[in-house]
């Protein structure tokens, strides 16, 4: 049985594999579109290029700069005096709260690259420079992010980092120009569309509404700067704010009739789609930054001093290297956590077949999580043993890996709720593989849930049960199929013994007949 269902998963990407080359012939079929254009058209559009790599790099670029603002965060010192609770109260209402909002941010920006890109499908030598004047101002966020966090009664850092939204708003804004100036550049959708006229302007419209709120924020800085940050978080949800909005509007004064074009491109709903792989890419950027910080601080903190090996150890690497224990372990603890997180989120990804606005958004905070797990590094190893700091720096670790998990858990639920145009069939609501996706996504939250009640009760030894819980899971992965299979056929004993296996009953069943998670729900 198991073998039919890797044969099934990849027939399933075989098909994903001859769509995707059925589209690149469909693509190479529209070429007699751009033979309608005039001479000088043409010339210019064979001065063009594919945007894969631009793309490529911009992911990559934008991944590493929303990591790497947790490292102002994971590099605050706490005395082993001091009490850790009212450090991390003091982190929570400036460095974390700021890191949190700013990488969700940059993630907004990160949104609003991938749905320009959805438009324009080639680029030339302008629109590539255009860009990399784009990722300049991105790259320069950090150093914005680290003033603000530092001085957060000061204006001056809320006043840079808007000030390089507005000028990468109007970036974007030339780009938009640029674009619909020479229509070879644009998808074929809209290079066949009668309305070019309203795309450029309804895209202009939603590019500026996040530079605007950037430019409300500056002025608040200037009145009272508690509401400047207030208006940057509100950037984060402005979406789903917007279309709270326009439901209101039609329910107090009927639907508004709107364009057919409107509802194609930079639409504010929830299941707008998002580009698959560049939300995998991204996300295999953080990923692999927050493993490499990691590494980072073990060659920085833990290479002893040549002359202090000498003179305690009497020249013993080996001797001096052992006192470096602690911070070893929590390095590959914290590791092998980062891997198993992106491990679960490439099983997830690897049965969507369709992201949408939300699920990026669900994707965005699981990941503002995982980019804290250096801080949960630093602190686990940081305090002596048995003190009330261990124990609370394990707790902090153990909440920031349950959040990062959750938030996995519920992309898979924001998923089925719209299973037939989200979710391959095996892993929708009653197919073969859906329990085990569930228990996969369901594993690290739960464990986490649980170190840190266990903590709290068996507080003396709160370490080794959290460096337990890190060794044990991964073996807990690789047995999971067998105990999910093993925990289905003891409850079906249990509770319906009389009942045939529901495998055999679903793989008979027609998928028109089953009943969608959506429909259940409701």
Sequence with gaps: MEANDDSDIIEHHVEEEMEKRA??????????????????????????????????????????IATVMILPVAHTKVEDNEELRESVQLLLTTKIAVYLMTFLIVTVAWAAHIRLFQVIVRIDDSLALLNLACMMLITFLPYTFSLMATFPENILGILLFCGCVMVMGVIQSVIVLYAFSRPFLLNEQIQISEHQTFYKHHILKVIMRVPLMCFIATIFSFIFFQLSYVV?????????????LKWCRSKAIGQVEETPDSMLFYTYLPNEPLSKDRVEAFSDGVYAIVATLLILDICEDNVPDPSAVQKQYGGSLIAALQDYGPEYLAYFGSFVTVGLLWFVHHSLFLHVTKATRFMGLLNTFSLAFVGGLPLAYQLTHEFPHNTRNELEAIQISCVIIFFAGIFQLAIWVAALYNEQETLHPYVRYGGREHVFML????????????????????????????????????????????????????????????????RSVVDEEDEETRVPFNALVT
């Design 439 to 502: 228990a996969k996504l369901a594993l690290y939250p739960c464990v986490a849930l649980g170190t840190f009640f266990l903590t709290c009760i068996l507080s003396k030894f709160s370490a080794p049960i959290f460096h337990l819980m890190q060794i044990t899971v991964p073996f807990a992965f690789l047995v999971l199929r067998l105990l999910v299979r093993v925990g289905l056929a003891l409850l079906q004993l249990l509770f319906c013994p009389d009942r045939p296996d529901p």
């Design 23 to 64: 589209t690149r012939s469909h693509a190479a079929s529209s070429s007699s579109f751009l033979e309608s254009v005039t001479p000088s058209d043409r010339e210019g559009h064979s001065g063009t290029q594919s945007s894969h790599r631009l793309l490529a790099y911009s992911d990559a670029l934008i991944s590493i």
């Design 232 to 244: 940057l978080a509100i950037v984060i949800f402005l979406p789903y704010i917007s279309q709270s």
